[in-house]
């Protein structure tokens, strides 16, 4: 059974930095892409970022370029979302998933964790 675990959410101030964690579980890690999603209040929810476990192949929402950087530790199956100049608008609650395509095909997804960042 695939299972995804996303922590590392808090509050944090504007500016700051926050680091997510998505440990997998229940398949050969390099088989799927790995993608984080937000949801922010009232808003629809978007995809972010997301990597290729198997080649580090990587993409990135406009929006976070250049703030957030997504990487893959094989070893430990896990992805990570490194987030700095953290903005208001970051707030949500952030989803890790994996599956064939970002940002469509992503079958399998873990509960997420709330990201907080005040003004």
């Known amino acids: 059974e695939v299972q995804l675990q996303a922590s590392g959410g808090g509050l944090v101030q504007a500016g700051g930095s926050l680091r997510l964690s998505c440990a997998a579980s229940g398949y050969r890690f390099d088989t799927y892409a790995i993608g984080w999603f937000r949801q922010a209040p009232g808003k629809e929810r978007e995809g972010v970022t997301v990597i290729d476990p198997k080649d580090g192949r990587t993409y990135y929402e406009d929006s976070v370029k250049g703030r957030f950087t997504i990487s893959s530790d094989n070893a430990k199956n896990t992805v990570y979302l490194q987030m700095n100049s953290l903005k208001v608008e970051d707030t949500g609650v952030y989803f890790c998933?994996?599956?064939?395509?970002?940002?469509?095909?992503?079958?399998?997804w873990g509960k997420g964790t709330l990201v907080t960042v005040s003004s």
């Open positions: 998933a994996a599956g064939t395509s970002f940002p469509g095909g992503m079958g399998y």
